[in-house]
């Protein structure tokens, strides 16, 4: 018989947020009269329609596509090069940042990405990942074989957590220890920490010393409205040497229906092999993306193109001031009710601290029976996240406000048991 990938027998029982599809479709058909009022406020998809730009790129890329002189097949797989150079000028080159327009790789958005790139490198590496964790990092890992089993008080074997709290508002540290790749996000899925210039200058002063890679998820990065802030892990000097970049365009352009993301990976970046030798990750990116891939549809690279007008600047800053405009309600509502949050400030999330003696899913399972309110819960995040629960600002304005006046059946229902 065929063998299978006895990796993916590793996986914990679904993943998050399929489970919290399936407990809000159970009481939608135990309630059904309440199914109507329920305010989704856990996934982190957006809700606004497309940058009017995109929308008519799009249109004049299908009509492209309708004529016989201006009709595109095959582009490049690894991208349009007027699109790289649009990315690279616009969001490195303006601002000061070595970027070249070909270590900008086109694909469909950063989560696949930070799949995709375990194919070049080796398995059996040493993963480290923050506790909370956005949980792509470390199933993506379960599934190439860079762990052991399932551990039965969270987490896996061989991966090294890096445990973060309310202490240090969540930022990670460098570990003591020495491991091959460490996966940052900043601004942080799922507590909003955006990482300090001299935390991203000590993270990567760790990695150069240690000849270690930092996968860095900076697909929240257009949130960020603190100038003192880097929006790029390569704002910080030798950052080429030991890191790639995962960029999206799901939240600044609302591309989640349309699928569209990128990786920085400098030329400088190595790795390697068994021998010892030393070898250029450049190279080996772009002949993966040769052999896997026929490159993201032309009418979408036309239409993230677009973005990089000034119109299309103009625009996607106003989608995203929208989104912090609800992310601060939010933060506001929490305050308000006396619970202690962090982020919502130059990211898109909230994340809350449970009432005391509060689970993160009885916080999930009250707000959503009692309120019919869905939220994240942080367990699925990770040990650490445990006693938390995150909000999405990625709404309409009318559901973040009345999200923010039924987080108070949480408070209401955690002071009528005491």
């Avoid at 929006?231 to 790639?244: Q, Y």
């Avoid at 390697?272 to 040769?290: E, N, P, Q």
């Avoid at 800053?317 to 989104?323: E, V």
Wanted: charged share 20%.
């Amino acid at each position: 018989m065929t063998r299978l990938n006895d990796n993916f027998l590793k996986l914990r029982a679904g993943y998050l947020f399929p489970e919290i599809a399936r407990r809000v479709e159970a009481f939608s058909v135990a309630h059904p009269q309440l199914a109507p009022r329920i305010v989704r406020a856990g996934i982190g998809d957006v809700t606004e329609p497309l940058p009017a730009v995109a929308i008519s790129a799009l249109h004049r890329a299908v009509d492209d596509l309708g004529r016989r002189e201006t009709f595109h097949g095959y582009g490049p797989p690894t991208g349009l090069l007027s699109v790289r150079q649009a990315i690279a000028e616009g969001d490195f080159r303006s601002r000061g940042i070595a970027v070249d327009d070909d270590e900008i790789f086109l694909s469909d958005g950063s989560k696949p990405d930070c799949s995709a790139v375990l194919e070049i490198l080796g398995c059996g590496n040493t993963v480290a990942v923050t506790d909370p964790v956005y949980p792509v990092y470390v199933d993506t890992n379960v599934m190439a074989g860079n762990t052991g089993a399932a551990r039965a008080e969270g987490g896996y074997e061989g991966i090294v957590a890096i445990p973060t709290s309310a202490a240090t508002a969540f930022a990670a540290e460098p570990p003591e220890q020495r491991v091959d790749v460490v996966y940052l996000c900043s601004p942080n899925n799922p507590t909003g920490t955006v990482l300090s210039r001299a935390a991203l200058e000590r993270w990567v002063e760790w990695a150069r010393r240690h000849e270690s890679i930092i996968l860095f998820d900076a697909a929240y990065e257009a949130f960020i409205r603190d100038g003192s802030l880097p929006r790029s892990i390569f704002e910080i000097a030798g950052a080429r040497e030991c890191a790639m970049e995962f960029r999206s365009f799901s939240k600044n352009g609302g591309f989640t229906g349309l699928r569209c993301g990128y990786t920085v990976l400098p030329k400088s970046l190595q790795a390697r092999a068994a021998d010892g030798s030393r070898h250029a990750l450049h190279a080996l990116w772009t002949r993966r993306w040769s052999t896997c891939s026929n490159g993201v549809s032309y009418p979408v690279q036309r239409a993230a193109e677009s973005l990089y007008t000034a119109p299309g600047r103009a625009q996607t800053r106003q989608l995203i001031d929208f989104y912090l405009g609800n992310a601060a309600l939010l933060l506001a509502a929490c305050e308000g009710l006396g619970m202690r949050a962090f982020g919502g400030v130059n990211a898109p999330y909230v994340w809350v601290e449970c009432p005391a003696g509060v689970s993160s899913w009885q916080a999930f399972d009250a707000l959503l029976t009692q309120g019919q309110l869905v939220v994240t819960p942080g367990a699925g995040f990770g040990r650490c996240g445990e006693g938390y629960f995150r909000i999405s600002a990625f709404n309409s304005r009318a559901n973040a406000e009345e999200a923010g006046r039924r987080l108070a059946v949480l408070t209401a229902a955690t002071a009528a048991t005491r």
